[in-house]
């Protein structure tokens, strides 16, 4: 759904210029906190964009928006440590298409380096009304009293053929605040590995003994695990990103692998209660 509102943003920025109905104000700049209640999380939402920005529909504009899930507790030294790591992805991200340092994790200060750095490219080349944008958002995909598990879909366009986008999977222990890696839960690597590229080439339509390489993926050592993994409530979700082992033109490869499946094969004592 964040994707599909993503494209459509950037549509309408491209459309824009050939609207004469009414122009609406584009979203004031700043942040806020959207309570959820019966959650012991809450919405963090950032928007800031450049002064070209003047309506919605604007050509020369570069915008941020920020839609996190954090905890609740201000005063909770566990939940603190997850809302800062989290907004560390997000800050990190968004310095990826600025020339300059991430120095915090303010999302603030990152983006205004991201706008700044497009009004500096766009002054520099008269007539240049290509709209530059930068969203990402997060979901709770499972909690319980010893665990968080968050996905972050991040969204970047700053010019050429297509937009870019990936997911970074983040699991908590919410008594310390500590990240987990779901490689260290795993017990039994080589059936995980078994399960997870069957399940794999079930999705691709492959045959078992087809060689990943002859059809376009990038598994020059053999078949492996993604780089972010993640828990719902469903099971283990394995995502390959774009470019991770194949061309953009393929996309992103989404696998869910149960937890009657993978039982056994990971430690899943804190995960499903």
């Known amino acids: 759904m964040h994707r599909l509102t993503y494209f459509l943003f950037l549509t309408f920025l491209t459309l824009g210029a050939c609207n004469n109905g009414p122009e609406s104000p584009i979203t004031t700049p700043g942040e806020a906190a959207v309570q959820e209640p019966d959650t012991p999380y809450f919405l963090f939402t950032f928007t800031d964009a450049s002064p070209t920005c003047e309506t919605a529909d604007s050509m020369r504009c570069a915008r941020v928006e920020v839609n996190l899930h954090m ?3 201000q005063q909770d030294p566990a939940s603190q440590k997850i809302n800062t790591r989290l907004k560390e992805v997000t800050t990190e991200d968004i310095y990826e298409f600025t020339e300059s340092e991430a120095t915090s994790a303010e999302i603030g200060s990152a983006a205004q380096a991201f706008i700044e750095g497009y009004e500096s490219f766009a002054n520099d080349s008269p007539g240049y009304l290509t709209p530059w944008a930068i969203e990402v958002n997060s979901e709770v995909l499972k909690m319980n009293d010893k665990i968080l598990s968050v996905s972050v879909d991040h969204y970047s366009y700053t010019g050429g053929a ?3 986008y990936y997911t970074s999977m983040h ?7 500590e990240e987990i890696e779901v490689a260290s839960l795993i017990r039994n690597q ?17 045959e078992s003994g087809q060689e990943l390489a002859d059809v376009g993926f990038f598994f020059d050592q053999g078949f492996s695990l993604p780089a972010n993994m993640g828990f ?3 099971g283990l979700l394995l995502i390959y990103n774009p470019y991770e082992v194949a061309p953009y033109a393929l996309g992103m490869t989404q696998l869910l692998l149960s937890f009657e499946e993978i039982k056994g094969m990971i430690d899943l004592s804190m995960v499903s209660m």
């Open 171 to 177: 699991l908590f222990d919410r008594s310390s605040g």
């Open 190 to 206: 080589e059936a995980l590995l078994d399960l997870a590229e069957n399940k794999f080439r079930t999705h691709h339509d492959l």
């Open 71 to 73: 905890m609740k507790g």
């Open 232 to 234: 719902n409530e469903a």
């Open 162 to 164: 297509h937009p870019n």
